[in-house]
């Protein structure tokens, strides 16, 4: 078993000389861990590939794919291992795969997807430059403002001011600073903001339960990897208590959330891919540089609606 073991590892990074030899560029895609919404991203980056000439059905690309399934020392092992395979490029989803690239590479260009903006993940110098590797595409956390204010123009508080709860991963900076962001914008509008911390999936089930209990009018679903990663548990416990769920991720709302403005999932890995192809065709990055999310969208769920009881602006689309 061993020796076969050894022999594949071989075959293997024999494959992977044979690809750089031969011009066929090799990327290695690595994601945090497993989730339906994030999991479109991939698909538009890989379309987007595609469309520019860069497929593996064809012999033109090679992609080594790794998905660390949440655990942070076997991210940073992918990241080292693309490294050592000399990959032409590492795709980034989400956020943590992104951090983890930049920390173990200077050289390898990297192409982030549903990431936040440099500033936002603390990598920029101390001159406030992003990484010289860095490209891809990016997102502030402006989009917030649209999506959390959108509850108290849908919802009646059962009593008094109206109370949002939320769950909140307070190792993550992004998650910290959506949080922050959202209580300016709670106080700003009247409302009352119940925000817990939670440090792995394995809280979330009983952080959120414990939210539930405080009699809250809606729970709002902010842009956390946790979040991503234990949103069926969070959709389930809230649809038992009938508490409607609002997120600034439109990719939630097919999972169950009410309604959202944010980036679309698909386009922002699609939009990734453009410009990882374009490097592959030019085997250059000048004039490149991360870029911010283009399309975004107002979307909504017709069957959380109709469970609800609650009305969403004709602005907003349903989801399919």
Known sequence: MKKWLLFSGLAFCMA?????????????FADAFQ?????????????ALRKNGFDE???????????????????TQIIRYFISQQVTLIATNPSLSTI?????????????????????????????????????????????????????????????????????????????????RIRKLAAGNQIKLIALPVNSTADVQLVTA???SGNIDVFFANPDNIVFESFETIIQSCNQKNIPVFTSEAG????????????????WGYQAGEEAAIYLKT???AGLHWEMVRVRKKVYNPAASKKTGLSIPSDFQPVP
């Open 252 to 267: 939630l709302v097919s999972r169950g959330a009410l309604a959202a403005y944010g980036a679309d999932i698909y386009q």
């Open 283 to 285: 085997k250059s990055t």
């Open 35 to 47: 989730d339906n919404t994030i999991e479109q991203a991939k698909t538009g980056f890989m379309d």
């Open 100 to 180: 983890t690239a930049v920390q173990n590479t200077k050289d390898i260009p990297i192409f982030m997807m549903v990431s936040p903006t440099p500033s936002l993940m603390k990598i920029n110098d101390s001159a406030g430059r992003p990484p010289g590797n860095l490209f891809g595409v990016g997102e502030t956390l402006d989009y917030i403002d649209t999506s959390f204010l959108l509850i108290p123009k849908v919802v009646k508080p059962k009593s008094g001011r109206l109370t949002v709860g939320m769950i909140f991963n307070q190792s993550e900076p992004q998650s910290v600073e959506s949080m922050e």
């Open 57 to 75: 059905k064809k012999g033109t690309l090679k992609m080594i794919y790794r998905n660390a399934q949440g655990n942070i020392p076997t991210l």
């Open 16 to 28: 992977c000389n044979h690809q750089r030899n031969s011009g066929v560029p090799v990327i290695g």
């Open 210 to 212: 414990s939210l539930l």
